[in-house]
């Protein structure tokens, strides 16, 4: 038992305790592996919390694959390509965070921190593009939700002729789906985008509160080698978030668009 | 010497006075007393929604309440039971008040978390609790859609709300068990010297945080759909109400062994200490808790077999709910040895412990009969399956949880209750529940449906029985409160273990100091060796 072991060694020295040990631990290691065991079953919980909807999209996505297909189409392959950029690079500058906090580095920390924060709103902004553009063409789930199949999609490739006119350009599959079937099940793709984009994003609002809290700790001084778990656990929830987009963005963005 | 027992001088419960010692407490045991009191009050609210449907019960005709009344009074029965009382009624009173203690630490790893999820449940109580009074909600705890979703014109959102909240209370109390018992363990308390209630909590733990989330997504889709008017269950626009309940049993039918399996722990230390016998096959019991918990997830369409899933999946599931009967039979066999040729007591706690074993064994065994495919046809959504979940639900989780409050109640307070009272108390819950709920399996199995407020009249026998054995079950339900509370001022000192057993937990002085131990014990022995604290009582006489 590796902790037993720790407890024993440490057991009867008296040297002076870092001032972030809480009571109820002995040592700094025993603390931290606390911190880290609790954080990755935190993030199993949230690997199951996104999973009720990944299953519900996976129903759906095999029962409507074309209305899917369609409904997805009618995303912007540019914005979301950007955005998984964004947040690929901000895992990197998180990561750089973490490092600078592991070697002492206090304004290398901070700044990591900060721009990675940035990174995050960049994505937020962009979402908020993507929001206002499904407002617009009502494909929004609801009593105003309207399939509106002459409206395809403004960037990509693949913004020609829809599939619902029964063409089955491009390599698509002919759609099995009328005009009104595709009015119904799109809203349920669109019900899944909404709900699974809406979530991530609230994830992401959290992961920018968290670091708002932890440069302000960094700044003041809070972290050195011995002492930067904050840093690091914000870190694994910032990789979690981004690694649920890098999922989020082929389902939704990517449901045959291939070239 | 015995007469001479005081309670400590120091102890948790003078550590701080007012108001704000206690709602800012960092104290695992302060906050576990805070949840006790807390979910006191919402099973006797709960109970008292129970009164109310066996009042309307008594009688063949629907007219005490109204149908619509009738619904809401099982639905808010059900709601406060199951997510406010039983999920956290163990784990998170006698769980977190015993495991640091039992494996040797000074607290849980996150207190500061610990404290937020009681703060969480409060919450999520007090957004039910207003549902409640705004009117109510009719959808049955199972918030089955499109009812639920377009149908209902009761308080769903607010109740399922409060519900999704509550849960995060329940992931976090499951999360600081997992992490303190991988990693507060004292010196030389290996896995296998851990006490068998740890194991059973660390079982649970596992279930609640894999489980919790789940249905805390299907109430965000369920709000959505119901808010927002997204279609994600509506049958209407192509959704399918039958994913909700596939996603929905997939956390709910685990999460009775949430509220199982800590009853299980507990049931291993009470029969252990009662006969002063090691428990027999530790390791088997250990492993079952974990083989419930495993087996638990992969068995959830067994409620959902007349819900039209396909014909091969009913198959699988409901060999797969044959299975959870092997490790819960384990358990039932090795207790079962256990109490062979031991030193066998009748104390109250051991008591419930008896009554248990029985309930457990006809609450698993109808279980059984619902997982059989065609039998289910005729039981599902009969009063035989109610029967069957209370046998597991209160004579099984609730009979736990009442041996272990009487078991560790000397621990919590330091002082002793009425062993008469408590006798009396223990025994008419034993009466009364089986009163109450074994006509309900000959009256279900006759074919009378769950969740209709008036049935026929050759059905009345059978529920005036029923409704007679409530009252019995509330009387014994009730008495725990007046002596319990007795005893804080006037029950005799019980110092620091009153019943010759062998946990950690009963080396800390009764009550315990804040800090739980003088010093970091260093354990030397493996759980349940009564040789040393027979050598150590000698020692002190």
Known sequence: ?259 | MLDKLKIPERNYLNNGHGLASWLLTKDHKRIAIMYLISITVMFFLGGLFAVGIRLELATPAGDFVQADTYNKFFTAHGVIMVFFFLIPSIPAVLGNFLIPPMIGAKDLAFPRINLLSLYIYWIGGIFTLYAMLAGGVDTGWTFYTPYSATGSNSNVVPVALGVFIAGFSSILTGLNFIVTIHRMRAPGMTWFRLPLFVWAHYATSLVQVLGTPVIAITIVMLGVERGLGFGIFDPARGGDPVLFQHLFWFYSHPAVYIMILPALGVMSELISTFTKKTIFGYSFVAFSSLAIAVFGFIVWAHHMFTSGISTYAAMVFSFLSFSVAIPSAVKVFNWTATLYKGAISFETPMLYAYGFMGLFLIGGLTGLFLATLGLDIHLHDTYFVVAHFHYIMVGGAIMGYMGGLHFWWPKLTGRMYSEFFSRISAILVFVGFNLTFFPQFVVGYLGMPRRYHSYPDEFQVLNVLSSAGASVLGLGYFLPVIYLLWSLKKGAIAGPNPWGASGLEWQMQSPPLTENFVEVPIVTHDAYEYEHVVAKEKHLV
Do not use: C
């Open chain 1, 1 to 259: 038992m590796s902790n037993a072991a720790a407890h024993a060694d440490d057991r009867g020295h008296a040297h002076a305790h870092h001032p972030a040990l809480q009571h109820h631990f002995d040592t700094m290691a025993q603390q931290k592996e606390a911190a880290v065991v609790g954080m990755w079953v935190f993030l199993l919980t949230e690997i199951l919390f996104f999973g009720g909807l990944f299953a519900a999209y996976m129903v759906y996505r095999i029962w409507y694959f074309d209305a899917f297909a369609e409904a997805s189409r009618s995303l912007s392959l540019f914005w979301g390509g950007l955005n998984t950029a964004v947040l690929i690079f901000s895992s990197l500058t998180m990561a750089m965070a973490v490092r600078s906090a592991q070697t002492n580095k206090r304004s290398a920390t901070v700044n990591w921190l900060i721009l990675t924060m940035i990174l995050g709103t960049v994505f937020l902004g962009v979402k908020v593009i993507e929001y206002a553009d499904k407002f617009e063409h009502h494909h929004v789930p609801g009593y105003n939700f309207e399939w509106a199949h002459e409206a395809p999609a403004a960037e990509g490739e693949h913004a020609i002729a829809p599939a619902a006119e029964g063409a089955a350009t491009e390599g698509h599959r002919q759609l099995s789906l009328s005009p009104a079937q595709l009015q119904l099940t799109t809203q349920i793709y669109f019900s899944l985008y909404f709900t699974m984009t809406g979530l991530h994003a609230l994830h992401m609002i959290i992961g920018i509160g968290i670091m708002l809290v932890i440069t302000r700790m960094a700044y003041k001084g809070k972290f050195d080698e011995e002492y930067y778990t904050p840093v690091e656990m914000a870190g694994l929830y910032w990789h979690f978030v981004d690694i649920v987009w890098i999922f989020l963005f082929p389902l939704l963005y990517l449901v045959e668009r291939h070239v």
